[in-house]
């Protein structure tokens, strides 16, 4: 989806900044000042802007899986708060997810950029949009869990974390606000989702037709984390979503 902030897109300091290597991804390393902390995250590619946001709530950003899916955009991925290195501080909300994610966007100068979310932060990419205009179980992620590669080595998460925000999304849900502010946002939305992920793919439909202009594409014989199984497919929503936009 793509969402519109107050800034303006400057590229100056990020052509000016050093190169690292964070998060498997070679690009430039930032910090970004929030309450309680910093996000610490890495700026890489070329291309109109994308914010990546990893699932969770609570893990460490594991988007390195699928920074080859990435090719042409300028991407921006961080750890969420709750892990380290970003602020482990609270509070653990869907709010204060929301103003993170904006923060990054805002202290990067960027004032319109696509939403990338995988899992939870697919639901905080819906939240981002209405704003601005676990337990990990690895195998049953996968389409066939016998097969499932191992989890990265350097995943982590947060107890404090996942807690906290599933006990915000809950009062969200219980608000029902989401629906009625989606229905105003007209950029357009493209859901991805495996058609052999544990989550039903009346998830993936329903989350689509809240959108004004969402479509929906179920990925064969994939599961929840449907790039592994099927390399491309993301990039290819990627694309769709650019030709979209108007």
């Not at 690895?138 to 906290?164: E, I, K, Q, T």
């Not at 006990?167 to 989401?178: F, M, N, P, T, Y």
């Not at 329903?206 to 990039?235: K, N, Q, Y």
């Amino acid at each position: 989806m793509v969402i519109r902030t107050a800034a303006e897109h400057g590229r100056a300091a990020y052509d000016a900044g050093v190169s690292d290597v964070r998060f498997g991804v070679s690009g430039v390393s930032f910090e970004v000042t929030v309450p309680g902390g910093i996000l610490a995250g890495v700026r890489s590619g070329r291309g109109d802007p994308l914010l990546v946001l990893h699932g969770g709530p609570g893990l460490s950003d594991y988007s390195g899986m699928f920074a080859d899916e990435l090719t042409g955009w300028d991407a921006l991925r961080y750890t969420q708060r709750g892990v380290d290195p970003s602020t482990t501080a609270g509070p653990f909300t869907v709010g204060q997810h929301v103003s993170d994610a904006l923060a990054v966007l805002d202290q990067h100068g960027i004032g319109t950029a696509v939403v990338l979310g995988h899992s939870w932060g697919g639901y905080l990419a819906m939240q981002l949009a209405a704003a601005a205009s676990l337990r990990l179980s690895w195998p049953s992620y996968f389409a066939d869990p016998s097969v499932a590669p191992a989890a990265p080595d350097d995943l982590r998460m947060s107890r404090a974390c996942y807690a906290g925000t599933y006990e915000s999304i809950s009062a969200a849900r219980a608000d029902d606000l989401l629906p009625g502010l989606l229905a105003q946002f007209s950029g357009p939305a493209e859901i991805v989702a495996g058609s052999a992920s544990p989550f039903p793919a009346n998830v993936a439909t329903s989350t689509g037709a809240l959108f004004r202009d969402g479509e929906v594409t179920m990925v064969a014989g994939a599961g929840h984390f449907p790039w592994i199984e099927r390399p491309g497919c993301v990039a290819a929503a990627l694309r769709r979503i650019a030709a979209r936009q108007p």
